[in-house]
């Protein structure tokens, strides 16, 4: 366990001290900023409230979540896996005393604390930026609800970036895995707007998991659909794993 | 790699495999209530044009601003194989009552007009036709029906429905301010905005609030029961959509329509009883093409203008002169004249005579002549029934730096 803390924290600071997790959330702030000129324009434009204090943050959520968290949570997962080999870096990482799983282990929690900051920064400025700037009142279960919606978001991600990782074994190449990534997600995309009843088979339909946990939540459909991310999870996670265990020098 | 090892992530893999297939098996097959609603609606339309023999339809509708109502309506419409009827009733404001009555058969069309308590009778070709309503037999509506879907994203979630006993089923949808994603809210407040704004004007004592931001829905709700066979026979929904007027002021703008589809089968429309009441006959004689030749006999100009240091100035009009030949015949003759100091403009001037033949029985001609050069060429005249004007047209423009439109209107003595 010591180990696998130990490997974590170093994988963490090598993506921080790397530009791309820095850039991510630079570019998030810029979302989070359009989104906002957006809204107000909408508002003087048109003379709809769009959305309200309560509701920005969500607003973002939803646009950040379907399209620029997933694109840096793939770059910044081909970056740790197919990007050691590329830079012959891997090498150095498994001569360390350290298994392979607790070191592939260690690259994931690497991952997910990624994901986790960068929700949370979203999440922060988000909130603050539609306090200042848009109508409405927002009360502590409005906070309640912007929290556990970022908070939620988490395991979408997580299991997309999954998926990547195991892509990302797949092909040893860092841009052949980006591309094969982005093939499949608007693959995805495409096939869930096609063919909409089978839309739970496709994980990119869950990315905005948050949506199904307001209001009147049906058991039936978050049961579902967790147990959809948990399989695919599963699946990645071992496939990823036995592509990355095979790996000779 | 070890033999354990590799057990175990086959045995996850494997599942992962299961959980996925048997899941994902698991929702494909459970139809969501929004699924279910949505084919009951599309078997009622089907129903209603291709398996019942009648059926009455009827929709109540208000609307109310902070309580007070701007307008409400009740509108019955009944439809058998071989006649349809409808009578509607508006209320606008507190006062201003309208009502309109419609039957409709194979022999005749009868329409009421409440203001002078007079029905119009109109004379039918003698087979009826039923009128399609089913939306999802154009395959446009489908590929629209898909949008929507993408549209409303996951409000789809929130229609819940219960079956019965019987086998009716139960819709019932809920949605609250925070639930309606921003886009939507959006999207919808300025459609409703634009739809209000050009009613604020209605002469009647209560009018619709004049919205001008802050616009948002506050809350939908609706139901709807289906009978045993997937028909729906009832429909309730509700939405309030809240704003602030110029003035600062907060509206709330509340809508309700219920639909009722009852008397399935066994709905009778009878032809009204007129006797004793005030009966016009009406033939569209009024509007149809005839006494085409003699109607437009006579002369007709077009003004040709320039403009000239930003003024706009007449150079010269356009003539043409029909006279009657016969019930489908004229004869023409078409000149330009230039008022003097602009015969410049006018170097190649067209003066013809031809001859125009209506086209079949529509409100159209052809003509042939011979143009300046000696070749033969054919033009168009088109005829205004309504505002008596000719529509001339001979290869538009023959001049560079002249334009004119080919509207004439008749000269009256």
Redesign the interface.
């Known amino acids: 366990m010591e180990e696998l803390r130990a490997a974590s924290v170093n994988e963490i600071e090598r993506l921080f001290k790397k530009r791309k997790a820095i850039v991510a959330i630079i570019i998030s702030i810029i979302a989070i900023i359009l989104g906002q000129l957006v809204v107000v324009g909408i508002r003087f434009g048109i003379g709809s409230r769009a959305a309200d204090k309560a509701e920005f943050p969500l607003l973002v959520l939803f646009i950040f979540v379907n399209a620029i968290l997933p694109l840096f949570t793939a770059l910044v997962s081909i970056d740790i896996f197919a990007g050691e080999f590329s830079q012959n870096t891997m090498k150095i990482a498994i001569l360390r005393p350290i298994s392979r799983l607790k070191l592939f282990l260690s690259k994931i929690v690497a991952i997910a604390f990624f994901v986790f900051m960068n929700l949370l920064v979203v999440m922060s400025l988000s909130t603050l930026i539609g306090m200042l700037f848009n109508p409405g009142n927002i009360s502590f279960m409005h906070m309640l609800k912007i929290v556990s919606a970022y908070l939620i978001s988490i395991f979408p991600v997580l299991t997309v970036a999954l998926m990547v990782v195991f892509l990302a074994n797949l092909f040893k190449n860092g841009t052949a895995a980006f591309f094969a990534s982005t093939i499949v997600f608007l693959g995805f995309k495409v096939l869930e707007f096609l063919f909409g009843s089978y839309k739970i088979m496709f994980i990119t339909s869950m990315l905005d998991w948050y949506s199904r946990w307001t209001g009147d939540i049906s058991v039936q459909i978050v049961t579902r659909e967790f147990l959809i991310m948990l399989a695919c999870s599963l699946m990645a996670f071992s496939g990823g794993f036995y592509l990355f265990d095979k790996k000779e020098l | ?1 070890g033999r354990n ?2 057990f175990l ?2 045995f ?2 494997c ?6 297939v048997s ?2 098996f ?3 097959t ?3 209530g929004y ?1 279910q609603l949505k084919d009951s609606i599309k078997y009622t339309f089907k129903s209603m044009d291709k398996h019942l023999s009648s059926y009455t339809i009827t929709t109540s509708t208000s609307i109310k601003d902070n309580g007070k109502l701007i307008m409400s309506s009740e509108e019955v419409k009944k439809q058998s194989r071989t006649a349809n009827e409808e009578h509607n009733t508006y209320l606008y404001g507190n006062t201003q009552k309208q009502s309109y009555y419609y039957y409709n058969d194979k022999e005749i069309s009868v329409s009421y007009d409440s203001s002078n308590d007079t029905y119009y009778i109109y004379e039918n070709s003698g087979d009826y036709a039923k009128v399609e309503i089913d939306p999802f037999e154009d395959s446009l509506t489908n590929e629209l029906e ?1 949008l929507f ?2 549209f409303i ?2 409000l789809k ?2 229609i ?1 429905y219960e079956k019965r006993e019987d086998g009716s089923k139960k819709f019932s949808g ?3 301010e ?2 309606i ?3 939507i ?2 999207v919808t ?2 459609e409703f ?1 634009k739809e209000i704004s050009s009613r604020t004007y209605e002469k009647s004592d209560v009018k619709y609030p004049n ?6 829905i506050k809350k939908l709700r609706g139901t709807a029961t289906t009978n045993k066979n997937g028909l729906i026979e009832d429909v309730a929904a509700a939405c309030t959509i809240t ?1 602030k007027d110029f003035d600062g002021i907060n509206h709330d703008l509340s809508a309700e329509i219920t639909i009722k589809v009852n008397n399935i089968n066994s709905t009778r429309v009878v032809k009204p009883d007129l006797a004793g009441k005030k009966v016009e006959k009406t033939n569209n004689k009024e509007n149809q093409v005839s006494n085409i030749t003699e109607k437009f006999e006579g002369m007709y100009k077009n003004d040709i203008v320039i403009q000239n240091d930003g003024k706009y100035e007449k150079i010269g009009e356009r003539i043409v002169e029909l006279a009657r030949l016969d019930d489908t015949n004229f004869k023409g003759s078409y000149t330009e004249e230039y008022v003097s100091g602009y015969e410049d403009y006018f170097i190649s001037k067209e003066t013809f005579d031809f001859d125009a033949t209506l086209i079949d029985s529509s409100a159209s001609a052809k003509y042939t002549y011979i143009d300046s050069t000696g070749s033969e060429k054919t033009g168009y005249i088109n005829f205004d029934t309504v505002n008596g004007k000719i529509f001339f047209s001979n290869n538009g423009s023959r001049y560079k730096d002249l334009s004119f439109d080919n509207n004439f209107s008749r000269v009256f003595e």
């Open positions: 790699m090892k590799r992530m086959a996850c893999f599942l992962g495999l299961i959980i996925f899941t994902a698991a929702d494909i459970n139809k969501s699924d898909k879907d993408l994203g996951n979630d929130c819940i809920f949605v609250d925070g639930q994603p921003a886009i809210n959006a407040s300025f905005r919205l001008k931001d802050d616009v948002y704003g």
